[in-house]
């Protein structure tokens, strides 16, 4: 019974931690709220990540934010096998070339993240947030990561029960084929309005996928005319990738 609530405890202080993934700065009753946690639960927890100084709370304001033990931590991620840092040079050649925003994304369950981006330095440009999460079933790199997927990884996907209404499974199939066939993806407001991208895989030495590399913009700017110029730019720099990767 003491190991369950020990789980427990420690699955609530990790929720916490995670609700700052979307907020910089958040107070107890922010916490309380995100968590869905009673107050006095949320404060004990609060100051023991506090203690720890995987939290920092500002004396005036009372909101908390993320301490430097987060920082010590993700400094052992970024190893030279990690692809958001040892492809992020040639991301930013990249997006020195279609001046378009460039991310970087990988396959984490039933969803897809984003774990490095380099944002486009036009006015205008499309903004890449990372960490976000987004569906499978929609967007240039999400049927990038499936379509170079094993099948069991597509099975599971395509037999998920949250599987959105709007999107027919059967034209989504055909597009992975063609994907396959052609190297790339291409999407046009399917997950953002005013957005559209192109994407292709990045694979190791052994041909498996371990990233999406994407450009994006706005629509109005990222045409598919365009598209067709940047094609050669995306493609080369998976090549490049794929000779960076130690697998």
Not at 8 to 37: G, H, K, N
Request: some cysteine; hydrophobic content about 40%.
């Amino acid at each position: 019974m003491e190991g369950k609530k020990t789980v427990r405890a420690a699955e609530r202080a990790l929720d916490i931690l995670l609700c700052f993934t979307q907020e910089p700065e958040l107070s107890l009753t922010d916490v309380a709220r995100m968590t869905e946690l009673n107050k006095s639960t949320v404060y004990r927890l609060l100051a023991t990540l506090e203690e720890k100084g995987f939290l920092i709370r500002d004396a005036k304001t009372e909101k908390y934010r993320l301490g430097f033990r987060v920082w010590e931590l993700s400094a052992n991620l970024s190893q030279t096998d990690d692809p958001a840092v040892l492809f992020l040079p040639e991301m930013e050649r990249l997006r020195d070339q279609v001046e378009e925003t460039v991310s970087l994304y990988i396959r984490d369950g039933m969803e897809r993240i984003r774990i490095q981006a380099v944002e486009s330095t036009q006015t205008i440009r499309r903004v890449a947030p990372l960490g976000a999460r987004m569906p499978l079933s929609v967007g240039a790199s999400s049927k990038v990561l499936v379509a170079y997927a094993d099948p069991a990884v597509q099975k599971m996907v395509l037999s998920d029960p949250s599987w959105p209404d709007n999107v027919d499974k059967d034209q989504y199939i055909r597009q992975l084929d063609e994907i396959r066939n052609r190297g790339y993806a291409t999407s046009f407001e399917e997950r953002e309005a005013g957005t559209s991208a192109i994407a292709a895989p990045v694979l190791d030495r052994s041909g498996n996928i371990m990233a999406a590399l994407s450009i994006s913009g706005p629509v109005s700017r990222f045409t598919m005319e365009r598209m067709q110029e940047v094609i050669p730019k995306l493609l080369e720099s998976t090549h490049r990738m794929r000779k960076m990767a130690k697998k």
